[in-house]
């Protein structure tokens, strides 16, 4: 402290102080420094009136003069670092004065405001260094101490990424920020429709408290869209909505299956016309490869065409490739997220109260010749 003192005074620096009503100055931030001091005078090395230089500083700088004292000079065990950081925000310092006043970004402050709202409880087994850095952080993510405290219990028997637990079981009422169906109705909108949504400031995930909401929320939408409108018109018995549809739900469904369904007049000509001109390009190419000192761009040219019609040829055949017309009136479609949050639709799906009827359909087509239409049933179907 001796040495210190010397080393301190030498560079000038200054113990910073705060006038008390009777006169005299109080020190919040040099304590060692004081120590010190009062340690050489007496060994007499300084005498009892020797001026000591200070810094007097307005009073409600005090407690942030003694905070980064200590956090820039002599480590201090991290929860009292965050019980600081509460005690301004208690005294009503907004996020922005707390940043400003110590050099800091907002994203910081905020992180060490949520820490300091820890469970009493909880931080005093944290300084026992019961609970580790990011369990602390996991712990923080909410601001219930209950919860905090009931995860911290029920994540008892983890050993390995318990802090990983301990977010599983504060998140177990809500739904993840990045899952498909927060993805398709976006954070953005469910918060404008008054949903609240909690943000761990650690890992930047944002959890959604009222998934029934979201839900609800995403079939509203399901149904405003363009793609449901669409299989609606296509002809179906029913169109449902689901936020999912996997394959244990398939399960229950039995299904059929699209087949080549013979082109229109108009196809049919299309078809046609494309096929010819699809041979006379052809033609042409092989032509031009067999002539000599052909420019390589005349070459490129025709199969530009060539690769030009056999897409079209595809896109028809592709709108040939359909379910049976019949059959379409006896069983439906549910349009539904796909893994990404992204909608798409599965169709030709039998309810267990159709089979009856899509079978004798079948049956029918069968005996007047028809193609035959596959039907796919799943475990509860399979006597069939």
């Known amino acids: 402290l001796h040495k210190e003192y010397r080393r301190q005074r030498q560079m000038c620096i200054r113990d910073s102080v705060v006038a008390a009503p009777d006169g005299s100055y109080e020190v919040c931030a040099g304590g060692r420094r004081w ?16 001026p000591v ?48 006043a110590h050099g800091a970004s907002e994203s910081a402050v905020k992180k060490l405001l949520a820490l300091g ?14 609970i580790k850095m990011d369990e602390m952080q996991a712990l923080a993510s909410v601001s219930d ?50 949903g609240e ?10 959890y959604l408290t009222d998934p029934e909401k979201v839900r609800s929320m995403a079939d509203a939408k399901m149904q405003r869209s363009k793609l449901f409108k669409a ?15 996997e394959y244990a739900d398939k399960k229950s469904f039995g299904e059929i299956q699209r087949v080549l369904q013979e082109p229109s007049k108009a196809q049919a000509k299309q078809i046609d016309g494309l096929q010819k001109k699809t041979e006379a390009a052809r033609t042409k190419l092989a032509e031009l490869q067999e002539a000599e000192g052909q420019d390589a761009a005349d070459l490129d040219k025709v199969r530009g065409l060539i690769r030009g019609y056999e897409g079209q040829l595809r896109e028809i055949r592709a709108e040939l490739y359909d379910y049976p017309a ?26 267990q109260d159709e089979r009856d009827a899509v079978a004798q359909a079948t049956r029918s087509n069968d005996a007047e010749g028809q193609t035959v239409t596959c039907l796919l049933y799943t475990s509860d ?4």
């Open 53 to 100: 230089p200070c810094l007097v500083i307005p009073a409600a700088h005090a407690h942030h003069a003694s905070l980064i004292e200590n956090i820039g000079r002599k480590a201090m065990h991290p929860a009292d670092v965050y019980a600081g950081y509460a005690r301004l925000r208690a005294e009503n310092w907004t996020v922005a004065a707390i940043a400003a």
């Open 231 to 245: 299989v609606q018109a296509e002809g179906w018995l029913w169109v449902e909505c689901r936020v999912s549809f």
């Open 117 to 130: 709202s820890v469970s009493p409880t909880l931080m005093q087994l944290f300084r026992d260094g019961k």
């Open 381 to 384: 179907a399979a006597d069939d």
């Open 326 to 351: 019949d059959l379409k009136a006896l069983c439906g479609a549910i349009v539904h997220l796909d893994y990404h949050g992204d909608l798409t639709v599965t169709r030709g799906l039998i309810r």
């Open 145 to 194: 101490h209950a919860r905090q405290e009931a995860a911290w219990k029920a994540s008892a028997g983890q050993y390995w990424n318990r802090d990983d637990h301990i977010r599983q079981l504060l998140a177990e009422t809500e739904m993840r920020g990045d899952s498909p169906v927060a993805r398709y109705v976006t954070v953005a909108a469910y918060e404008k429709a008054g």
């Open 197 to 206: 949504v909690r943000r761990d400031l650690f890992e930047n995930d944002a």
């Open 35 to 50: 120590t010190a001091l009062g340690l050489l005078i007496a060994d007499g090395v300084f005498p009892a009136d020797c």
